[in-house]
């Protein structure tokens, strides 16, 4: 086996955007403050403000400040960080990228090796990637050359498709790393732990005992400073392509022979292939409910997507969406799948509902009871909680919901918590692209939702948006799409719910 190398260069390009700032920097201190994981690395910022090293250690320190209590780590790790402008599309900057790389391996005595990390808008994709090929930084002579690209890997399948192909006249797939942090979050991989390691769960996984699955990532807050991004792409891009529906491929899939991350990579992909696809506007009407928030009638509520700063005022653009997906697959008939994520919601939680039938008929006189259900939390607090029923204390046969749950909050022994950012950052430097995507299931999850954008812009988005108040639980459309089957969305109602 390949000695994995733990030394060489991380370069962030953007290192001056909110990303870098917020999860990048306080992800790469981590690991870099932790020599057995990272041995000898240093962090070149990349980016066209002109600062200096000194300036971005500043910055760095800054994006540390609330995160890392003891000052030392901070000092130790700025240390490490460096800083080189470039314009990103002129050609000779990269020479001097390259040169200031080949003098930090020789005064830092790390090894060539190097991550680019692209944390830029999505336009320099092509650009970057390129222009780094052109004086020879894609070649792995020296050491490994790899890309870390975040999200939107393009905005359609034709485009992802087009940017794939660019990409890999210069890299070969095993240095390209799309990442979706979503795949990092622990409660994500827990998924898969919850499935394979309990036989409970792992016999009744499947149509004969599953109603239905949710998978609900509610945001209590707008747009914010991503307005630009945001307004061209809306919601079912920014979220329903890449993480949601790898959720949906994570809870679906069947489960490989051995948990080799690799194949689970491939079980995604091949359930995401038995997504049934929307054909026409009565698919969409059914089955898809988008809208955007805007004033409440609460007067001190004044947010509307509209009047967000660098939002058109006449925005069409959705700010939430509801999908109920089927899979055509013999172990998924006839169950829905509930995608729902938004913006400017009551509240931020990011969670997977697993509903099992109720095919026991009640005592006489008995109420109809819920269903049994298994809520997996991931965000904000980690938990998992199961429903069952138990008999009530006393004569006769009452029956009684209660939950049992696991808060990983209070669990000690679980070892340490890693982020998303932390784990796929230091997967990608060790050359492990398990947690990553491939290009052809970011194909696959365009596939699925191309068609849900074309149609309903084909048929005029006005006919399709719905409206809903900011900070309210979402528009009414989305519940009565449930309501269709005889369900209701598990985070809208009350404990005990009835579905
Ligand atoms: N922010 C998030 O939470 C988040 C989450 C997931 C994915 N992403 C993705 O990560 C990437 C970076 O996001 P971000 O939020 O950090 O963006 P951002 O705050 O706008 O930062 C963009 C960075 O790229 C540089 N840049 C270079 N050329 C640019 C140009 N022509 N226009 C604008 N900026 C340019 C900017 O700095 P200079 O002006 O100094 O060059 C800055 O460092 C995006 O592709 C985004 O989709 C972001």
Same mark, same amino acid.
């Given at each position: 086996?390949?000695? *994995? ?25 981590? *690991? ?25 250690? /500043? ?10 209590? $003891? =000052? ?10 460096? /800083? ?85 006249? $210069? @890299? ?56 630009? /991004? &945001? ?39 091949? *359930? ?6 929307? =054909? ?12 955007? @928030? ?45 995608? =729902? ?47 069952? @029923?138990?008999? =009530? ?13 696991? $808060? ?12 998303? &950012? ?7 430097? $060790? ?21 849900? *954008? ?13 409206? /809903? ?11 009565t799409m449930l309501s269709k089957l005889g369900h209701s969305w598990y985070d809208k109602v009350s404990s005990p719910i009835q579905l």
């Amino acid at each position: 086996m390949q000695k *994995i190398s733990k030394s060489g260069i991380l370069v962030v390009f953007g290192a001056s955007g909110d990303l870098t700032q917020r999860k990048l920097i306080p992800a790469i201190c981590s *690991i870099f403050q932790n020599a057995e994981l990272s041995g000898n690395r240093v962090l070149l910022g990349v980016s066209r403000t002109r600062y200096t090293d000194q300036d971005f250690r /500043y910055r760095v320190s800054q994006a540390l400040a609330n995160k890392v209590s $003891d =000052k030392k780590i901070i000092v130790q790790f700025t240390k490490k960080v460096y /800083y080189q402008n470039i314009s990103f599309d002129r050609e000779e900057d990269y020479e001097v990228l390259k040169s200031r790389i080949e003098n930090l391996c020789k005064t830092t005595k790390v090894v060539s090796n190097v991550l680019f990390y692209l944390s830029t808008p999505p336009n320099l994709y092509y650009v970057i990637p390129e222009n780094l090929a052109r004086v020879g930084l894609n070649s792995e002579k020296e050491g490994y050359r790899r890309l870390v690209i975040e999200k939107p890997f393009g905005i359609d399948k034709k485009s992802s498709c087009n940017l794939n192909r660019h990409l890999l006249k $210069d @890299y070969s797939e095993s240095q390209i790393f799309r990442i979706d942090h979503y795949l990092g979050k622990e409660m994500v991989q827990n998924i898969i732990a919850i499935r394979a390691f309990n036989p409970l769960f792992a016999s009744v996984w499947n149509s004969n005992f599953i109603d239905n699955v949710q998978i609900c990532a509610n945001e209590s807050i707008g747009v914010g400073l991503r307005s630009g /991004y &945001y307004d061209q792409n809306g919601a079912i891009r920014d979220m329903v392509q890449n993480h949601l529906l790898q959720l949906l491929g994570l809870v679906s899939m069947e489960l490989p022979k051995n948990l080799d991350p690799n194949l689970i990579g491939l079980q995604i992909f091949k *359930i995401l292939n038995g997504v049934r696809i929307f =054909k026409n506007k009565e698919d969409i009407k059914n089955n898809v409910v988008v809208a955007q @928030y805007s004033c409440s009638q609460n007067p001190n509520i004044k947010e509307s997507y509209r009047n967000e700063s660098g939002v058109s005022p006449s925005s069409l653009t959705e700010t939430y969406v509801a999908i109920r997906f089927f899979i055509d697959t013999v172990n998924w008939a006839g169950v829905p799948f509930y995608l =729902k994520t938004g913006k400017c919601l009551d509240n931020s939680s990011l969670s997977v509902v697993v509903t099992f039938r109720n095919n026991i008929s009640t005592l006489p006189g008995q109420k109809k009871m819920n269903k049994n259900r298994l809520v997996i939390k991931i965000q904000p607090h980690e938990s998992i909680k199961l429903s069952f @029923y138990t008999k =009530k204390l006393g004569t006769g046969f009452v029956a009684k919901d209660v939950d049992l749950s696991c $808060d990983y909050e209070n669990i000690i022994d679980f070892g340490k918590k890693i982020s998303p &950012y932390q784990r796929l950052i230091l997967d990608a430097l $060790d050359g492990n692209n398990s947690l990553f995507v491939s290009s052809s299931t970011v194909d696959s999850c365009w596939k699925i939702v191309d068609p849900i *954008i074309e149609i309903i812009r084909k048929e005029n988005m006005k006919n399709f948006l719905h409206f /809903y108040p900011a900070y309210s639980s979402g528009p009414k459309e989305s519940d009565t799409m449930l309501s269709k089957l005889g369900h209701s969305w598990y985070d809208k109602v009350s404990s005990p719910i009835q579905l």
